[in-house]
Nanobody
Framework: QLQLVESGGGLVQPGGSLRLSCAAS????????IAWFRQAPGKEREGVSC????????YYAPSVTGRFTISRDNAKNTVSLQMNALKPEDTAVYYC????????????????WGQGTPVTVSS
């Protein structure tokens, strides 16, 4: 069964850091464009970051550029999102998603989605 599972969310104070992980089972992540999305209460889902397949480049939304870093560990079949200097406006449920067919990030149409992991930034 093809599955994505996120982990690493939680409660953190403003200015703090969290590292989210997206683990895949049933398929090799390195052959997919992988993106992180987030959805805050009452707001639309937005793309946060994306890493291209087969050694492709990375993309970051302007709101997280310079604070978030996306990376792959092909040996572990995971993609991580390191989030630093967190702000209250980063509070959301974060989802990872995998796209097989798009040429590159960020214009992807995911085939698979994880269940999400909540991130709360609050003092």
């Amino acid at each position: 069964q093809l599955q994505l599972v996120e982990s690493g969310g939680g409660l953190v104070q403003p200015g703090g850091s969290l590292r989210l992980s997206c683990a895949a089972s049933g398929f090799a992540l390195e052959r997919y464009n992988i993106a992180w999305f987030r959805q805050a209460p009452g707001k639309e889902r937005e793309g946060v970051s994306c890493i291209g397949k087969d050694g492709g480049g990375t993309y970051y939304a302007p709101s997280v550029t310079g604070r978030f870093t996306i990376s792959r560990d092909n040996a572990k079949n995971t993609v991580s999102l390191q989030m630093n200097a967190l702000k209250p406006e980063d509070t959301a449920v974060y989802y990872c998603a995998a796209d097989e067919f798009a040429a590159s990030c960020p214009r992807i149409d995911p085939n698979y989605w994880g269940q999400g992991t909540p991130v709360t930034v609050s003092s």
